[in-house]
């Protein structure tokens, strides 16, 4: 097996960590959530952020928007700051601890995992599920250990797809079918469903996680879903919020999910991911020495990560151009 090349230091995390004291308290009986209902007939809405305690652009933009005032027009409005057991484990030095506590909170949304309280993540989701399971439109926050680039994660329903699309932004939609190690919040319950059963879900990787622009990709994200459920007005939206449409968006549907067999496994370029593989066969990495090749040729990597490495854990995903 050739030298692969060594894992990259960490990155400097830029972001500043928001103050959450008030936040964090909430306006209902679960803490961390605030529910804000119009009155007038109109879709279920709901933004989570901190799922995973080291991504704070999410709770940024869920704290701008309680700073602004922001109400639902039609329709309610549920603001989720969900792991707030990892966030509070937060060190802008040494951040990837804080991604949980003691078990990835987003491969715990099933009813098999949320029955059984053995972790702390698990015992949070179950307080935060009611707030899912009420929901019509979800919007995700997460970033990335790698990439700078923002990506739009659909599932592979037509439904969250052209939602995507409707946004505007980020350039690039990734329509993925999950993970193997479990369900994530996105495509939990009615939200999993196929066909279009009236809901939408979506979840944005806004960038680095400690990128300052991943707060701006955040807040504009939120505000383009909540005009476009309908929740509120153009006028309600601060000035500011809401950058820059891209000027072209390409859709990639995931192919392939490769995960670690094992802690050996290893990159062969340090990719920082949409690098397009000419080449079917190209060599992408090895698992306990032996290849791992692309399946075809313009293979797009999406998302290519050690920096949560262990059996299961998926590293890489492999896609290609929705045509």
């Given amino acids: 097996m050739p030298t692969p090349t060594p894992a990259p230091r960490p990155r400097p995390f830029l972001l500043a960590c928001p103050d959450l004291s008030a936040e964090r308290l909430g306006n209902t009986d679960t ?22 305690g080291n991504e704070l652009c999410g709770a940024w933009a869920l704290k701008e928007a309680l700073t602004a005032g922001l109400r639902p027009r039609r329709g309610s409005l549920t603001l989720a700051f ?3 057991a990892a966030f509070d484990r937060f060190d802008s030095t040494n951040y990837a601890p804080a991604r949980f506590v003691d078990e990835d909170m987003n491969r715990v949304w099933s009813d098999d995992k949320l029955t059984v309280p053995i972790s702390q993540e698990r015992r949070r989701a ?19 250990s790698n990439s700078d680039v923002p990506l739009q994660l659909t599932g592979m329903e037509q439904r969250n797809i052209d939602l995507a699309l409707a946004l505007g932004n980020p350039t690039t939609i990734i329509a993925d079918a999950g993970h193997a190690a479990g369900v994530r919040m996105r495509d939990y319950g009615r939200f999993g469903e196929p066909g279009d059963n009236g809901t939408r879900s979506l979840l944005i990787e806004c960038g680095f996680h400690g990128a300052p622009e991943a707060r701006g990709v955040a807040v504009d994200q939120m505000a383009r879903f909540l005009l476009e459920s309908g929740t509120v007005d153009p006028d309600d939206i601060p000035a500011g919020w809401i950058e820059p449409a891209a000027s072209v968006q390409r859709a990639l549907r995931v192919t392939h999910a490769v995960a670690a067999k094992s802690a050996d496994f290893r990159f062969a370029e340090p990719w920082k991911g949409l690098e397009t593989l000419a080449t079917a066969g190209t060599v992408i990495g090895w698992s306990e020495g032996e290849p791992v090749v692309t399946p075809y040729d313009n293979c797009v990597l999406i998302m290519p990560s050690t920096a949560n490495l262990r059996p ?3 590293v890489v995903r492999l896609a290609q151009p929705i045509v």
């Fill in 312 to 314: 299961g854990v998926t």
């Fill in 31 to 52: 803490p961390g959530v605030w529910h804000f209902d119009s009155g007038v007939p109109g879709k279920r809405v709901m933004l989570s952020a901190l799922i995973h």
């Fill in 82 to 84: 969900c792991n707030l």
């Fill in 126 to 144: 179950a307080q935060i599920r009611p707030w899912v399971e009420q929901s019509d439109w979800l919007l995700d926050f997460h970033s990335m």
